[in-house]
């Protein structure tokens, strides 16, 4: 079989030839290769050591309040849209890494910032939320019903033909209401309190959000990704499995509704703490978990989720970031031989990082795995 093949059999729920090896390769590894000199894109780099390329976050769409993805990071004109009597203004600081995003809009203005830092050198950190009193609440729904995003398909059948049968590109969908809020624009602290304070102001912005996700996913499945990916960040260091069940699983079954009317694939992205929402996830209709990082990182272990979540999902991930940089090749190799015989003869996992594969990893260390994984009877 060829790589794409091997991927699409898992995926579809076929057998493949042998387990498929598919890390998340992305801007943070990446960084720590050119301080010696080795410059590769993603594909380039999961081609020279051998993986299964599953390609992430290549373009289907643009929405100028995704501040801190992969496409507005590095985006600095003075003035990038005017619509609707709105007036955004971003500005990239490139010897400090902060940038600046002011909303001007007919009911006031709400700013946000963001830096690059040591630790994240590829995504910047939100440090300055735009929701931070509640004035702002009414700003933000403004700007959610004013700002549409717009379709962007030029890239992504350039990135298919360049992959070739190397593997898939895959489209990134936008997360929960409740992610998205959490992690970039309130902030956790903030979002509880305004949630017990507010709930009326705060459950109307969540439901104004979560239509504008399905109106995304409606534009992604348009698109000619195969595979689309919902990336949550799910990890109850960040909410308790109640509001996952109130917040999360019903709208992750929208989405997936969505996706499968088109006929095509959707995985959800939980790279954290799972091991309390495991019976919640098994109530989703999503295909697959991507990116399940093991103990000490995470809280899952890669067969008990297997095990619980059975046929019915497809699971992507197992391998703990500190194991990439922490042992030596040989251990590598003793970590992937120990972690494919507790799994067993399964059909439905894809070996994979327990989220992007870390800063620093050897070269040598991703080779290895892919020795194990091709010699695994």
């Known amino acids: 079989m060829s790589s794409k093949e091997r991927l699409l059999a898992v995926l579809k729920g076929k057998k493949p ?28 780099l999961l081609r020279n050591i051998g993986a299964d390329i599953l390609e992430r976050h290549v373009s289907t769409y643009i929405d100028i309040l995704q501040t801190g993805s992969s496409y507005m990071i590095y985006m600095n004109p003075k003035d990038i849209m005017v619509q609707k009597n709105i007036k955004i203004t971003t500005n990239f600081n490139k010897k400090s890494g902060e940038i600046f995003y002011i909303y001007e809009t007919p009911l006031g203005i709400i700013k946000e910032k963001y830096v690059f830092t040591k630790a994240s050198p590829f995504l910047p950190f939100p440090v300055e939320h735009k929701i931070k009193k509640k004035e702002d609440l009414g700003i933000y729904k403004y700007l959610l019903t004013n700002i549409l995003p717009v379709p962007n398909f030029n890239n992504f059948p350039k990135v298919v033909d360049y992959i070739g049968d190397d593997g898939l590109a895959t489209a990134s969908g936008p997360p929960t209401p409740l992610l998205r809020l959490l992690e970039k624009d309130m902030g956790v602290e903030n979002f509880y309190y305004y949630l017990y304070d507010y709930p009326k102001e705060m459950e109307e912005i969540l439901d104004i959000m979560h239509e504008r996700n399905k109106n995304i996913y409606r534009i992604i499945i348009k698109s000619p990704a195969e595979v689309i990916i919902g990336y949550e960040n799910s990890s109850t260091t960040l909410f308790s499995p109640q509001i996952y069940k109130n917040y999360c699983l019903n709208q992750i079954n929208e989405y997936t509704d969505i996706v499968h009317e088109a006929g095509k694939i959707f995985l959800t992205h939980m790279c954290g703490k799972l091991d309390n929402i495991m019976d919640l996830i098994s109530e989703g209709k999503q295909d697959g978990i991507t990116d399940v990082a093991s103990p000490p990182t995470g809280d899952l272990n890669i067969s008990k989720a297997l095990k619980v979540w059975g046929r019915n999902k497809i699971v992507i991930g197992g391998i703990d970031a500190t194991a990439f940089t922490q042992l030596s090749t040989d251990g590598i190799k003793k970590y992937i031989s120990e972690l494919l015989n507790q799994i067993g ?33």
Do not use: C, H
């Open 345 to 377: 003869p399964v059909s439905n996992f894809i070996l994979g990082s327990g989220d992007a594969v870390p800063y620093g990893t050897p070269l040598e260390n991703l080779k290895a795995v892919t020795e194990v994984v091709e010699n695994w009877q």
């Open 17 to 44: 030839d042998r387990i498929p090896w598919a890390p998340l390769i992305d801007g943070y590894f990446l960084s720590s290769l050119k301080e010696k000199n080795i410059e590769m894109n993603s594909i380039e």
